[in-house]
């Protein structure tokens, strides 16, 4: 990590907890990530825990829910956020379907528990190339399994009752990355293109042949978009990196 840069903090997205970012805190000196938001059933329940036990100054990762909740830090207290990456997430409200689909799995972890739940929910979250890799899939699978069907009901209903942010995205100064899986059918390029395109001077990184399990599915091409998002001068302007198709 960058001498110059805060440290760095990694928040986990729903079902996950700090083994998903396995191979970036093994490549990080000094990272540490939140174990999980357990039953906290709130966007910005979840942003004051981070504020509660994270550094006074702060270099932000957050993936899927995780960057939403990043960005309710920022909200918060933005000068405890140096530099801000935003991992396989999107910035939208509710669309329709939304809520019935996540009820839906709800229903079928009440039914058949957790292991059902997680066999349904986690293979559209890699790309379609790697949803055979047992190397892959079985880790994630266990920690979400373990995560458990209440954790579930808890973060959806955080994430269906999620505020408002993209109004807040202009107002960002910090050093921003933006990073996505060209192949994440969950959280899509586009919405990642809007983004970046929303927060000043914001580096958008799409890392191929991932979805969106994106720490776990392509941890080296990422830690290198990390490693150039912690040597960005804070406080300075940056230049918009090209897209790495």
């Known amino acids: 990590m960058s001498s110059r840069a805060a440290p760095l903090l990694l928040l986990p997205g729903l079902l996950c907890d700090s083994r998903v970012f396995a191979d970036q805190l093994r490549h990080f000196a000094g990272a540490t990530a939140v174990d999980g938001f357990g039953a906290c059933d709130s966007i910005p329940a979840m942003a004051r825990h981070v ?7 702060m270099s932000l990762l957050g993936h899927s829910m995780g960057a939403r909740v990043a960005l309710e830090v920022v909200r918060m207290a933005p ?11 999107g910035t939208h409200t509710i669309r329709p ?13 009440r039914e058949q528990g957790a292991d059902a739940l997680v066999g349904r929910w986690l293979p559209p979250m890699v790309a379609p ?5 047992q190397a892959l899939i079985a880790p994630l699978h266990l920690m979400s399994v373990q995560a ?12 269906l009752k999620r505020p408002e942010v993209e109004s807040l995205l202009p ?5 921003t990355l933006v990073a996505v899986g060209a192949d994440d059918e969950w959280s899509p390029l586009e919405q990642h293109r809007f983004i970046a395109s929303r927060i000043p001077d914001a580096r958008l990184q ?5 979805g969106h399990m994106l720490p776990a599915e392509a941890p080296d091409a990422l830690n290198q978009a990390i490693a150039g998002w912690l040597e960005m001068p804070a406080g300075s302007t940056i230049t918009t990196m090209g897209d790495d198709e």
């Open 51 to 57: 504020l509660e036990i994270g550094p006074a100054k």
């Open 79 to 89: 000068e405890r956020v140096e530099r801000l990456a935003l991992v396989s997430t």
């Open 97 to 109: 379907g939304e809520a019935e689909k996540r009820h839906a799995l709800l229903a079928l972890g």
């Open 129 to 133: 190339a790697r949803r055979s890799d």
């Open 148 to 159: 458990g069907v209440d954790t579930y009901a808890a973060q959806i209903t955080a994430l």
């Open 171 to 175: 107002q960002i100064r910090c050093p």
């Open 206 to 210: 799409i890392i191929a042949g991932a």
